[in-house]
């Protein structure tokens, strides 16, 4: 069974601080896919960023990137320069690569982002 | 991109009654659909898989009965939950797969429907 881990609930920063997200999970796949979704207040699930397990290099959106480590199975989101528009819930979600690859997510952590 | 409709936004409707939800995939084939129903401050809990053309497959502890779910084409969904009470009041979010480039798969949600039961 897949599970994931964000161990932080809430989070707050400044405006134009760093801030990284955790996130571990647990999968006996050796080749998956791994999310880092954005809920904003609107509520529309809106995808950041997206790595692919069998790839060594770290993806990277803009002020999005990732710390994947696939052995520790961790997949910590790191936003730099943070606005105030990053304001959100933000879910990890690992993904099975076969079947019906069902998504489902972490506890979450929300993040706000003060001015 | 890939775009998801659902609808409706919101709904209100009377205890017993019955209310359908609908997921659409835009601008592309759908055969995976996914139903989530999400509390207020909590994360999303997925409550079954939708397949196309054949029954949808229920997470353990989701009533098949109460959220009937069809998913009688490539680019359409629904969810209806019937009989409804107070306590089917919730946030219910659509999910579709879709393939991006080359062989990634991605998913894209609708934009989800607010359902109060009074």
């Known amino acids: 069974a897949q599970t994931v881990t964000q161990s932080q609930p809430e989070m707050s920063v400044q405006e134009a601080e760093t801030v990284t997200l955790s996130c571990t999970y647990d999968?006996?796949?050796?080749?998956?896919?791994l999310f880092w979704y954005k809920q904003p207040p609107s509520r529309q699930m809106i995808l950041v960023i997206r790595?692919?397990?069998?790839?060594?290099q770290n993806a990277t959106e803009n002020r999005f990137s990732v710390n994947f480590q696939k052995a520790a199975k961790s997949f910590s989101l790191k936003i730099s320069d943070s606005q105030l528009g990053d304001t959100a819930m933000y879910f990890c979600?690992?993904?099975?690569?076969?079947?019906?690859?069902?998504?489902?997510f972490g506890q979450g952590t929300r993040l706000t982002i003060n001015p | 991109g890939a775009v998801v409709s659902q609808h409706p936004s919101r709904v209100i409707c009377k205890s017993g009654t019955s209310v359908k939800i609908e997921c659409r995939s835009l601008?592309?084939?759908?055969?995976?659909m996914f139903w989530y129903r999400q509390f207020p401050k909590q994360s999303l809990m997925l409550m079954a898989t939708?397949?196309?053309?054949?029954?949808?497959?229920?997470e353990q502890g989701v009533e098949k009965d109460k959220f009937l779910i069809n998913h009688a084409s490539l680019t359409l969904s629904t969810l209806t939950v019937t009989s409804a009470h107070p306590e089917d009041s919730s946030f219910y979010i659509c999910?579709?797969?879709?393939?991006?480039?080359?062989?990634?798969?991605?998913?894209?949600f609708g934009s989800g429907t607010r359902l109060t039961v009074v």
């Open positions: 999910s579709a797969r879709d393939r991006g480039p080359g062989v990634t798969y991605g998913y894209t």
């Open positions: 999968t006996s796949e050796s080749n998956y896919y």
């Open positions: 790595q692919e397990a069998y790839k060594q």
């Open positions: 979600a690992p993904p099975k690569i076969q079947g019906a690859q069902k998504l489902v």
């Open positions: 601008d592309f084939q759908a055969t995976t």
């Open positions: 939708s397949n196309e053309g054949s029954k949808a497959t229920y």
